[in-house]
């Protein structure tokens, strides 16, 4: 099986990890049972109270409930707003990857060249990763604060404990950030390192090629050192003349050439 092939089964299933994790993560935004307390012990005629990001919920022995949003926006305590604000960053951030995922994907073909594609599916898995930490950090801080003040002893008012939206939010969460990690590892090989890889060199011209042949050094010898042949045959024009020269002033006389 060829190496594409494999990447591309493993976007696929990546693909379909982050979409369940994110179908999760957006199944937790209408749950009411973020939190319960169940006064069973209590003589009462509401025994469970629950809630979530928006409201508060009330339900009496007899099943029925009676849901209140919070009166004041402005009123709500800073742990809240920070919740509500990250949980929505998940949802528009998975799906503004989802996006560029498809669009990106091996088995799509929608975008450009193999690089190209590969650079927009490392996007759109740095994007389910920023949508599953965005997840695990709101699931999180509301469970830390739940147990913390269910264990606190001087913590007089109603305690609460967990509820099934928290954890259906922490499995979102780790679904979205393993699919978005194995995406953008896989993507990022073949998107950023492809032109890294390849540095680019200086195009050979004539004037280079000509150079190099004339006056570099040959592999066999060290210390020869080549010139144009223009300058050898004025070397040996010049040393032909001066051999002649010579020649001509060293010729010996003798008494008879005088008289």
Known sequence: MKYRT??????????????????????????????????????????????????????????????????????????????????????????????????????????????????????????????????????????????TEFLDPNFMALKFELGAAVFIGWGGSILLIAGGSVLSYFSGREGLHSTSQKKPRRPASYATARTRRTYMLPASSSRVTLVPPLFYEGRNSRKSRTTRATSKTSRTFSRDDFV
């Open 6 to 147: 494999v990447v591309m089964y493993i976007e696929i299933g990546c693909f379909v990890s982050c979409l369940c994790g994110w179908f999760l993560v957006c199944s937790t935004l209408p749950t009411e049972y973020w939190t319960f307390s169940e006064m069973s012990s209590i003589a009462l005629t509401t025994p469970v109270s629950y809630s979530n990001l928006w409201k508060d919920c009330i339900m009496d022995s007899t099943g029925v409930s009676d849901c209140k949003n919070y009166p004041s926006m402005l009123a709500l305590p800073a742990f809240l707003h920070a919740c509500r604000a990250l949980a929505i960053c998940a949802v528009i951030t998975g799906f503004f990857a989802a996006v560029l995922t498809l669009i990106g994907m091996k088995c799509t073909k929608i975008g450009g060249s193999e690089i190209a594609n590969a650079r927009v599916t490392f996007a759109g898995g740095v994007t389910y990763l920023v949508s599953g930490f965005c997840g695990m950090i709101t699931y999180s801080w509301w469970g830390n604060k739940i147990i």
